[in-house]
Structures are given as structure tokens and as C-alpha cells.
């Protein structure tokens, strides 16, 4: 999907960001963006720019689809469309549909987020996403999975009400 596609971009620049704040948190070496980007690939070359990107694209197809497939029934349900004519408040409930198209959407995707971050941040050899899935879910069962998922949230219910 376009989605993916758009992932594929700007994935190397989520590595980046996600080594930062790590380092950052563990009292590591701050560098800046390109001394990061550039340090990743002289350490692990392209695949290491791209670590986590299976899990960062099914997060994507996931997300992105449950975001707009559910924007129109959640504005039926809302009878968004009988208002349509008082202007404000039509305005109004489609951003309340947007709003919970991105909060269902991203309480559903959650876990495929946690797996990106844990094998962007992971060094060394690669670890598959069946791997990391075990490594997660072993750490704390399926709630291990949902770690961050408030703000996950909140953080797709401004997007999906301000995009959509």
C-alpha cells in the first residue's frame, strides 16, 4: 500500500530517532541526526537503517487501514451525514470520527508498534519478528505488547481528528 510505501521513506529517519533517545536515556554518547544516521550505517550499513521495518510496515498496513476503513461507518453511526447541512456541527462530528478512527485503529495496531522499537533498537544480530514477538510476550504476556498504548492513543485521536 501507499502507506508502506510512504514507510519504506522515512523509516532510516525512525531508526535514528529511536537510537537518540535511547542513548539519550541510557546516558550514551548524543549525537545528532546525521551523526547517528551515519554512525548506523558505517556499524550496520543499510539493513541497520532499516531494522524493524517488517514490523514498521505490518504496523502501517494494519493502522492505516483499520484509520480510514472505519472513518465513514464511525460517521454513519454518528449521522454525521444527516447534519450535513448545518455546516459547524457536520464539521464537527467528522472530526469526532476521525478522532475515534485513529483511537480504535491505534489500540488495535499497538502491539505492531512495540515490535518496531524493540527491533530498531536491538544491535547486533537481527532479530526476526517472530523472535522479538516471543522475546516481548515473554517478558509480561500480551499486555507486554500494549506498553505505551495511552499515549498511542491519545496521539492518533489528535491525528485521525485533525487529518481525517
Request: hydrophobic share 45%.
Amino acid at each position: 500500500t501507499s502507506c508502506t510505501a510512504a514507510q519504506f521513506t522515512v523509516h532510516w529517519t525512525q531508526t535514528s530517532m529511536v537510537r537518540q533517545q535511547l542513548a539519550a536515556m541510557q546516558g550514551g554518547e548524543r549525537l545528532g541526526f546525521l551523526q547517528q544516521t551515519s554512525s548506523i550505517f558505517r556499524d550496520e550499513g543499510v539493513r541497520g537503517l532499516y531494522r524493524g521495518f517488517s514490523a514498521a510496515a505490518l504496523r502501517e498496513m494494519s493502522y492505516s487501514s483499520l484509520r480510514f476503513g472505519l472513518y465513514e461507518p464511525i460517521k454513519v453511526l454518528l449521522r454525521a451525514d444527516k447534519v450535513a447541512n448545518t455546516g459547524t456541527a457536520a464539521a464537527g462530528l467528522n472530526v469526532v470520527a476521525g478522532l475515534l478512527a485513529g483511537t480504535v485503529a491505534a489500540a488495535i495496531a499497538s502491539p505492531t508498534d512495540m515490535l518496531t522499537i524493540r527491533m530498531i533498537a536491538s544491535t547486533g544480530e537481527a532479530s526476526s519478528l517472530s523472535a522479538t514477538a516471543r522475546a516481548i510476550f515473554k517478558e509480561g504476556g500480551i499486555f507486554a505488547f500494549y506498553r505505551g498504548i495511552d499515549t498511542t492513543m491519545a496521539r492518533a485521536a489528535i491525528l485521525g481528528g485533525t487529518k481525517m
